[in-house]
C-alpha cells in the first residue's frame, strides 16, 4: 500500500507540473488568438478524475495560429511571432503546428520548437522563415509534412530538409530555391510528394531528384522545365505523376470558327465546338427578347485572342464567359471593352499585369477570377477603380498580402 500510494504522490506531482505549464502555456497562446485542441482520449478511473480533475488528463495535440489570415481580430497584427512560439516549449505531445500567415515567425522563433519530439505536420506558408532556422527541427523524429509556400525560403533551407529522413510531403511553392538547392533533397528519400509550383526550377534541378524513388506526385506547375527534362526524370521515376504547365509545344490557333461575316447562333456554335471536341458550351436566356446569348464556357481550348474575339461579336449580350486554362493574353483583354460582362473567368490563362488595366472598360464586371496567372500587385492595382466587383479570386499568383489589402480598402463591395 505505501508503495502505491508513494507512486501515486510521485505521479501527482509530476504531472501537476506538466498540467500547470501546459495551463499557462495554452493561457498565453490563447490571448494571441491561436485556436488549441487537445487530445482527451487519455484512460482514468472516473473516481481519480473526478478527483484531480479532467485537465490531468489531455495533452494539446494541435496549435493553429493561421485563422483570419493570421491577424488579431480587427487588426493587422500578426498572431504570432518569435516571441510567442517560446510558449510551445511546454506543449511537448503536440503533433501539429500551424503557423501560416505569420510574417514576423523567422527562422530565429524555429529554434523553440526543438522540443517538439511529437511534432508530425508543421505549417509555415506565408511566413518569413528564409532557411537557416531549419537546423532547429530537422532531427524531430515524427516530422513528415511541412509547407514554405510563398515564404522567403531559399536553398539555405534545403540542407536541413535533405537531412530529414522521415519527410514524405513538402510544398516549397513560391519559394526562392533554385537548382543548386535540388542536390540537398537527396536525402529525403521518404518524400512522396513535392510541390515545387511557381519556383525558377529548370531541367538541371529536376534532374537531382531522380534518386527520389518514392515520389508519387510532383507539381513543377510554372517552372522552367521542358518536355525533355521531365521525359527524362519519368523514365527515373516511372511512378510519379508530374504536373507542369508548359503546354507541351501547344500554341494557339488563329483557326476562325465559322465564315467572315457569319453570325452563328448558339446551337450552330455548340454543334462546332462538340465537333472539334473543344470543352465549351454557350447558353442563352430566353427570358430576354431574342434569347441572346449570355454564357459562355472554353475550358482548355488552345483558340487564340483573335479567333476568341471574332466569336464574342455574336454575343453582344454576353454577362458570363469563363476561359479557364485557355490560351488567352492581354490582346484578347484590351479587345472586350464595353460588353456587358459580370463574370470572368481567367483562371490559369497568359493573362499578365500589362493586361489587367483594360478590365476597366467593363462597367458591369461583378466576378472576376485570376487563379494561376502570373499578375503581381501591379496588376492588382489595375482594378482599384472597378467598384463595380465584389468578387475577386487570385490564388496562385505572384501577388503579397500588402496588394491584397489595398485591394480591399479600394473597393467598397469586397
Not at 537531382?208 to 506547375?221: A, F, I, N, V, Y
Not at 454576353?318 to 485557355?326: V, Y
Request: hydrophobic share 35%; charged share 25%; proline share 3%.
Amino acid at each position: 500500500m505505501l508503495i502505491v500510494v508513494t507512486a501515486s504522490a510521485v505521479w501527482l506531482a509530476k504531472t501537476s507540473n506538466r498540467v500547470r505549464k501546459q495551463a499557462a502555456a495554452v493561457k498565453a497562446l490563447e490571448q494571441n488568438e491561436a485556436i488549441v485542441q487537445f487530445d482527451e482520449s487519455v484512460r482514468a478511473p472516473k473516481w481519480l478524475r473526478n478527483a484531480v480533475g479532467e485537465e490531468y488528463f489531455r495533452s494539446a495535440k494541435s496549435v493553429d495560429f493561421a485563422t483570419n489570415r493570421g491577424r488579431k481580430s480587427g487588426t493587422k497584427e500578426s498572431k504570432a511571432n518569435d516571441e510567442t512560439l517560446q510558449y510551445l516549449t511546454s506543449l511537448g505531445h503536440v503533433e501539429e503546428l500551424e503557423l501560416g500567415n505569420n510574417e514576423d515567425v523567422t527562422d530565429d522563433g524555429l529554434a523553440h520548437l526543438i522540443s517538439l519530439k511529437d511534432l508530425s505536420t508543421l505549417y509555415l506558408y506565408r511566413t518569413g522563415v528564409r532557411g537557416p532556422g531549419l537546423e532547429h527541427i530537422s532531427q524531430l523524429p515524427k516530422l513528415t509534412s511541412i509547407s514554405f509556400s510563398r515564404s522567403p525560403l531559399d536553398d539555405s533551407g534545403l540542407v536541413h530538409l535533405g537531412s530529414m529522413s522521415r519527410l514524405a510531403w513538402a510544398r516549397l511553392d513560391y519559394t526562392n530555391v533554385t537548382d543548386a538547392g535540388m542536390v540537398n533533397l537527396k536525402g529525403a528519400t521518404a518524400l512522396e510528394t513535392l510541390s515545387l509550383r511557381r519556383t525558377v526550377i529548370t531541367d538541371e534541378g529536376l534532374r537531382h531528384l531522380e534518386g527520389l524513388k518514392h515520389l508519387k506526385s510532383l507539381d513543377m506547375t510554372g517552372t522552367n522545365v521542358t518536355l525533355n527534362g521531365v521525359q527524362r526524370f519519368k523514365k527515373a521515376v516511372p511512378k510519379c505523376n508530374v504536373t507542369v504547365t508548359f503546354g507541351l509545344g501547344v500554341e494557339p490557333n488563329d483557326e476562325l470558327l465559322f465564315p467572315p461575316n457569319h453570325v452563328p447562333t448558339a446551337t450552330e456554335i455548340n454543334a462546332r465546338l462538340k465537333e472539334l471536341e473543344i470543352n465549351g458550351e454557350v447558353k442563352t436566356d430566353t427570358s430576354i427578347p431574342g434569347s441572346p446569348i449570355v454564357s459562355l464556357r472554353l475550358w482548355g481550348c488552345n483558340l487564340s485572342d483573335k479567333s476568341l474575339l471574332t466569336l464574342l461579336e455574336a454575343m453582344p449580350e454576353l454577362q458570363q464567359l469563363n476561359l479557364r486554362r485557355g490560351l488567352v493574353g492581354d490582346e484578347f483583354i484590351a479587345g472586350i471593352g464595353g460588353k456587358r460582362i459580370r463574370t470572368l473567368s481567367l483562371r490559369g490563362t497568359r493573362v499578365t499585369d500589362a493586361g489587367l488595366k483594360h478590365l476597366a472598360k467593363l462597367p458591369n464586371l461583378m466576378a472576376l477570377y485570376l487563379d494561376e496567372t502570373d499578375i503581381t500587385d501591379k496588376g492588382l492595382a489595375c482594378l482599384h477603380e472597378i467598384k463595380t466587383l465584389s468578387d475577386v479570386s487570385f490564388d496562385d499568383t505572384r501577388t503579397t498580402r500588402d496588394g491584397e489589402s489595398k485591394l480591399r480598402e479600394a473597393l467598397p463591395n469586397w
